[in-house]
């Protein structure tokens, strides 16, 4: 697969994730828990200002950063509370960090392996966050009165 085909792939996947999908649909939050969506969004940030590089890195070759399109699954999450998402949140995050480093050792392009790198390193530190954050919130389940 070219480096090309593999950079768009990331692209893909990371425009689409569940993370940015969350930071969009605002989940449910209980009183008292605005801080847990606060980080949600502030991670979601720090990954999509490391898309914006590898956007600014793909234009610079002239590759045109495909539209996306969150997958439709997603659009059961709407109404879901931030307490519920976590456990999933997480499990994804795993998943993108996995794929990412199999893109990763896949591209030869120097620059396409700076960028995806750089990538990675800020999707390496939302899993943290994120797991310590689904620590915090085990156990805490909404109570719809």
């Given at each position: 697969m070219s480096d090309e085909a593999i950079v768009t792939r990331v692209w893909?996947?990371?425009?689409?994730?569940?993370?940015?999908y969350l930071d969009d649909a605002w989940p449910w939050t209980p009183p008292g828990e605005a801080p847990a969506v606060e980080t949600v969004h502030r991670l979601a940030a720090q990954e999509q200002e490391a898309l914006r590089d590898l956007a600014a890195w793909m234009m610079a070759r002239k590759w045109t950063p495909p539209p996306t399109v969150f997958p439709e699954a997603f659009s059961s999450l709407n109404y879901t509370s931030i307490d519920s998402m976590l456990p999933r949140l997480v499990a994804y995050q795993r998943w993108t960090v996995v794929e990412l480093e199999k893109d990763l050792a896949a591209v030869t392009d120097a620059g396409a392996r700076l960028a995806l790198h750089k990538l990675l390193?800020?999707?390496?530190r939302t899993l943290g966050e994120l797991e310590n954050l689904a620590r915090q919130h085990a156990g805490h389940r909404a109570v719809l009165v």
């Open positions: 893909l996947r990371e425009t689409a994730s569940l993370l940015k390193e800020v999707k390496q």
